[in-house]
């Protein structure tokens, strides 16, 4: 049942971050107030049915302005502010279920095909695209004028690339003019990202994405946290096998609130011992839901 419950919310948050559909008549890209808020998710600003700004692209215009001692604290305080309670209160549930381009990883690993595992040594790659193109690239970069570049915006983000890129190259003919090597670059990119989305789970969440390894920050801390039960564990590894993000906390080789996990709760509705479960601020989910067939009755 909540797996339901998780699909239907992927889906209605895919529609309200892409919600303005005036553009077919209109200007291809809305600039109205709704932009100058964050969509929690990963969802590009340039996209012409996006409603809201991406928070990715959010912080590194803060980072391209430091240099310039613009007056920019204000902007920058609103989006480590939002960055910031959106984790506490969350963790990663916005990846797991708010975010439109996870949810299009989770339709791509549908298709049938043998499936890889991933490098343990990749799990840390969004810290350092996070690190690199977000914060220290447009920080340190810059122009005659001393502006940055939005190096992950620009060279990197394959949502981008979807979302806006390519729509564009439809919606405003006039742009094609402009296409070069840089585009075909992140053309390609795209295509590598999602091809590889086929044979391995949330392949961009788990090496790529910065804004997971933001919220992923605080995953031990957040309001909203997974619990394990070891004395009830007996390890059948259902949950390990269900983990989108490859998370196997029943042996120790992880926490349950690890940096990886999406918040995604399957290992909690799977779980035949009840060895997870979920804590609300100081509430835990077992005084609310005692047993494993309550939770999977509609």
Not at 106 to 112: G, L, S, V
Not at 134 to 143: I, K
Not at 233 to 243: D, L
Not at 285 to 297: L, M, Y
Request: proline share 7%; with cysteine.
């Amino acid at each position: 049942m909540m797996e339901r419950r998780r699909r239907l919310t992927q889906s209605l948050s895919t529609l309200l971050a892409n919600s303005y559909w005036l553009f077919l008549g209109n200007s291809p890209i809305y600039q109205g107030p709704l932009k100058a808020v964050c969509f929690p998710g990963l969802n590009c600003y340039s996209c012409p049915a996006a409603a809201f700004a991406c928070p990715v692209g959010a912080v590194q215009n803060f980072a391209t302005t430091l240099r310039m001692g613009l007056p920019s604290g204000h902007f920058g305080a609103y989006i480590i502010g939002l960055l910031g309670l959106t984790g506490a209160f969350l963790g990663r549930i916005p990846c797991g279920w708010l975010c439109p381009f996870g949810f299009l990883q989770e339709w791509i690993y549908r298709i049938p095909t043998k499936k890889l595992s991933l490098p343990r040594v990749l799990r840390f790659g969004p810290y350092v695209f996070l690190i690199l193109f977000v914060l220290l690239l447009p920080a340190l970069l810059v122009d005659e004028s001393g502006y940055g570049a939005l190096w992950f915006c620009k060279y990197i983000c394959p949502a981008g690339t979807l979302e806006a890129g390519l729509p564009l190259m439809v919606l405003a003919p006039d742009l094609k003019q402009l296409i070069g090597v840089l585009f075909f670059n992140k053309v390609i990119l795209l295509f590598i990202i999602l091809g590889l989305c086929i044979f391995i789970s949330r392949f961009f969440c788990r090496v790529v994405c910065p804004l997971g390894a933001i919220y992923g920050l605080f995953n031990k801390t957040s309001w909203i946290r997974l619990e394990f039960h070891e004395h009830a564990c007996v390890n059948c590894k259902a949950c390990f096998k269900i983990c989108p993000t490859g998370v196997s906390f029943f042996n120790g080789a992880d926490s349950i609130n690890t940096h990886a996990c999406i918040r995604c709760m399957k290992c909690y509705n799977i779980c035949p011992s009840d060895a997870v479960s979920i804590s609300i601020g100081s509430m835990k989910s077992k005084t609310i839901i005692p047993d494993n067939t309550a939770r999977t009755t509609p």
